[in-house]
């Protein structure tokens, strides 16, 4: 009794562990998966990447809404190998490997009407997390702050006209 309990218990983490990968993607807002798409996009295209990459985790996010259905996203996360080639389509049976690094992203764009905009252009930084440094994540902060202002539009849009 006791070893058949043990069984479907084992059996039953399994298959949640299975699934917490994909969990935590489909919990993201369709706004940060956008942003998530676009760093597992560029991720991919690079000639060394050998395995599919999946969302693993957020580690920070913030956003500046100015108003008019525009929002200014910093979305900080991580990505992790899984057992799938890259290049892999359905990845409902991707594994996520332990013997690769995770890759550290930060990615900043505006939305409107929660599509990406072209214009100040998205910015995405991925590293291996064991090669970033403290330069990298100031740096990237920095270019995300002064990227949300770009527009002029939340100062523009405060100030108050005298007639």
């Known amino acids: 009794m006791a070893?058949?309990?043990?069984?479907?218990?084992s059996t039953?983490?399994?298959l949640c562990s299975c699934n917490a990968q994909e969990n935590n993607y489909d919990r993201l807002s369709d706004s940060l998966k956008k942003g998530v798409d676009l760093a597992l996009e560029k991720l991919h295209s690079h000639s060394g990447i050998q395995h599919h990459f999946l969302f693993l985790r957020t580690v920070l996010k913030s956003d500046i809404q100015p108003g008019f259905d525009a929002i200014y996203i910093y979305h900080h996360f991580y990505l992790k190998a899984t057992n799938c080639p890259k290049g892999t389509v359905d990845s409902t049976g991707c594994q996520f490997r332990n013997d690769?690094?995770?890759i550290d992203c930060a990615v900043c764009y505006k939305t409107y009407r929660d599509q990406i905009?072209?214009?100040p252009k998205p910015y995405v930084h991925c590293v291996h997390k064991t090669a970033l440094t403290q330069e990298m994540k100031t740096t990237r902060v920095e270019h995300c702050n002064r990227m949300g202002y770009s527009s002029g539009s939340p100062t523009l849009l405060a100030s108050i006209g005298t007639e």
């Open 117 to 119: 905009e072209q214009e």
């Open 3 to 9: 070893a058949v309990l043990l069984l479907l218990l």
């Open 12 to 14: 039953g983490a399994l």
């Open 100 to 102: 690769r690094p995770l």
